[in-house]
């Protein structure tokens, strides 16, 4: 059964700096991965997608790279802002039959709070 | 273009009542997944349906359904309500070739007293 941990669950930086985002799953048969972002109460906005083939993808300031053979992936974000406070989610899809490809498996997701 | 819609945003509802939610998926798309967050939970998988046919079901009881209409629009219902299905209801949409990325509505908020 695939499982997907973030570490860390909450992460507290000022504004500017560059910080990184983890991830990790224990099946590396994914089709692809995906980070969302989500503020409170609200829904998830797609930020990038990786496909399996692909080492990272990038979209202005954040680039996320990964790793399949190791189960990882990280999202880089850059010069940080205030905005970019939010609830940040990755999520992989399977490759397999039976239709366990057809859904997303999450992380519970890392907490991200960027002070003025 | 249009993003996916649910609706409403917004219920309350008593324990043992039944509730209908609504997804109207991205135009072109035809895959559209359900999922139920909670804050204990997480994200979790509800059931996937693409031209009218369910391709998966999580791990919920009978009281959780679906269905998808020709238009692509689908509903969830959940019958016999419980405190614990209490959550924010999503609703995603993706094109179910190529990239398969999955595009999320605002969700649900689901209230049950």
């Known amino acids: 059964k695939q499982e997907v941990t973030q570490i860390p669950a909450a992460l507290s930086v000022p504004e500017g700096e560059n910080l990184v985002l983890n991830c990790s799953f224990t099946?590396?048969?994914?089709?692809?991965l995906q980070w969302f972002r989500q503020d409170p109460g609200k829904g998830l906005t797609s930020l990038l997608l990786?496909?399996?083939?692909?080492r990272e993808q990038t979209s202005g300031r954040l680039n996320a790279s990964l790793d399949k053979s190791s189960g990882r992936s990280t999202l880089y974000i850059a010069a940080s802002q205030p905005g970019d406070s939010a609830t940040y989610l990755c999520?992989?899809?399977?490759?397999?039959?039976?239709?366990?490809?057809?859904?997303?498996?999450f992380g519970k997701g890392t907490l991200l709070t960027v002070n003025p | 273009k249009a993003g996916v819609t649910q609706t409403p945003r917004y219920l309350i509802k008593t324990r043992g009542q039944q509730v209908t939610l609504s997804c109207s998926p991205i135009?072109?798309?035809?895959?559209v997944s359900w999922y139920q967050q909670t804050p204990g939970q997480g994200l979790q998988f509800l059931f996937e349906?693409?031209?009218?046919?369910?391709?998966n079901k999580g791990n919920f009881p009978g009281r959780f359904s679906g269905r998808q209409f020709s238009n692509s629009r689908s509903e969830m219902n959940v019958s016999t309500l419980e405190l614990g299905d209490s959550a924010l209801y999503l609703c995603?949409?993706?094109?179910?070739?190529?990239?398969?990325?999955?595009?999320f509505g605002p969700g649900t908020r689901l209230t049950v007293t």
């Open positions: 995603a949409s993706s094109r179910d070739t190529g990239s398969y990325e999955q595009y």
């Open positions: 099946d590396s048969a994914i089709y692809n």
């Open positions: 990786i496909q399996s083939s692909q």
């Open positions: 999520a992989v899809r399977p490759v397999s039959s039976g239709g366990s490809n057809y859904k997303l498996t």
């Open positions: 135009s072109g798309h035809r895959s």
């Open positions: 349906y693409f031209s009218e046919t369910q391709r």
